[in-house]
């Protein structure tokens, strides 16, 4: 919090937020305000997985909705009663983070399994070697991520001002406010199939201990069928109602010009999300059998050599419509390389044991 704080502009402009001066405002705003509610955030985040752990998922879920229900009705109080703006959209997320940290403190207090006392706070260095050697994967995984978006953003700005349309002042916000709803619409699926993968962690933990490598070859194969269809599913909205998905951002009133690049963002970005939605379950998969090397190499190769290299690369050529195929030429690649991992996978786990 304090980082960002300190670095509020240029970490603004580092993501592209000063296509305007307009923009660059409510940029400000809605960061200061949101930077506040981290610590919340991450003690929340933190502790969901360890409330599960502790076998009670159900606990889990109503701590985080809780949080996401008082979002969205402070949302509408802030937003359209009060009048508070940016700022209002942004503390009514803290006020919901916050709900979620409290949930999760009261939940630390009546553990099911453990009673926490002082010795449980000294570190062991053995324990957090070995979770740091699991966690890396999923740290690099977003940190390269944020990376690609930079990249992306800066793109849409750079090659947005060079448009006959977006180069224009009233137009000029167009391409970075359209890309972040389909980013968003992306966010979704990917929870949802992030989900789905995770909920298979424990199974796999188990039966890998367990010896049962063939039990966790058929989760792996229905898992994928899973993810696959997902994924053709959030490709059928993408490519037939896109101009339905971007009314329910808020977006139905705007420009013609607005509309028509939304259209077309929709159809192209996310037109490769099937594959998408697979590397995304490979990913987890794999940390989930203790291969973080192979998850981390294929999650940095999705996020940094293919996401932020084509990124660069295909503006070049393509202009706006290369910061667009960026994305579905990264994840179709990146594919390709999970084919040979799952492939591998299946393999190893084609045996009935350890």
Known sequence: MAVYLIFQNQIISMFGGT???ETFAYSQEYFFYITLGIPFYMFG?????????????????????????????????????FQWGM??????????????????????????????????????????????????TSFFSQISLVAAMAAINNMLRKYGASDPIFGQPQYAQIPMAVVGIVMKFFQIII???????????????????????LRVKELFTRLLTAEAAVGVIAFLLVEFFPRQLISIFGAANESSYYTAFAVHAFRIYLCMI???CINKACFI??????????????????????????????????????????????????????????????KELNTKTA
């Open 19 to 21: 296509v305007n001066e």
């Open 45 to 81: 985040q933190a502790m969901n997985p360890i409330i599960r752990a502790d076998g009670s998922p159900g606990f889990a879920m109503v701590s985080t909705l809780a949080g996401a229900v008082a979002n969205t009705i402070l949302d509408h109080i802030f937003i359209f009663i």
């Open 87 to 136: 700022m209002g959209a942004a503390a009514a997320t803290v006020i919901g983070q916050v709900l979620t940290a409290v949930l999760s403190i009261w939940y630390l207090l009546h553990m099911k399994i453990i009673k926490l006392s002082g010795k449980d706070f000294v570190i062991n260095r053995r324990i957090c070697g070995r979770t740091l050697l699991l966690g890396i």
């Open 191 to 213: 929870s949802i199939v992030a989900g789905m993968a995770a909920g298979c962690i424990p199974i796999v933990g188990f039966n890998i201990g367990a010896g049962n490598k």
């Open 274 to 276: 099937v594959p998408a």
């Open 285 to 346: 998969f794999l940390q989930a059998m203790g291969k973080a090397a192979a998850s981390t190499a294929l999650s940095m190769i999705r996020e940094v050599v293919f996401g932020v290299g084509f990124a660069l690369l295909l503006p070049v050529f393509f202009g706006l419509d290369g910061v667009l195929f960026s994305m579905p030429v990264s994840d179709f690649l990146t594919f390709l390389v999970a084919v040979f991992l799952i492939l591998g996978t299946y």
